[in-house]
């Protein structure tokens, strides 16, 4: 079946760096668009990048342009999101997501999920 494992979150100062991984298994990785969501507390889960399946194209939310970078490795069936020059508002539980058809922010377009690595940034 499928299995999409996130890792590498973790406990970090404001301004310091995480990198997220999402190892992918049970599908064509290199067929499949990928996405990063965030969920924090009491709140709905919102969109935070995406790539292509190629890498040819990302999108990121606002908020984090600038200082997240999603990529991937097509040989390694993983993706992974660069957050740099992290903020208290960045701390939440992470999620990767694949999706086979065009790619977009809302979460429901996408067919599977991981189980989310939380990440918190303290002030």
């Known amino acids: 079946q499928v299995r999409l494992v996130e890792s590498g979150g973790g406990l970090v100062q404001a301004g310091g760096s995480l990198r997220l991984s999402c190892a992918a298994s049970?599908?064509?990785?290199?067929?499949?668009?990928m996405g990063w969501f965030r969920q924090a507390p009491g709140e709905e889960r919102e969109f935070v990048a995406l790539?292509?399946?190629?890498?040819?194209?990302?999108y990121y939310r606002d908020s984090v342009k600038g200082r997240f970078t999603i990529s991937r490795d097509n040989a390694k069936n993983t993706v992974y999101l660069q957050m740099n020059s992290l903020k208290p508002e960045d701390t939440a539980a992470y999620y990767c997501?694949?999706?086979?058809?065009?790619?977009?922010?809302?979460?429901?377009?996408?067919?599977?999920w991981g189980q989310g690595t939380q990440v918190t940034v303290s002030s």
């Open positions: 049970g599908l064509t990785f290199s067929t499949y668009g």
């Open positions: 790539i292509s399946w190629n890498g040819a194209s990302t």
């Open positions: 997501a694949a999706r086979t058809a065009a790619l977009g922010t809302s979460a429901s377009l996408y067919d599977y």
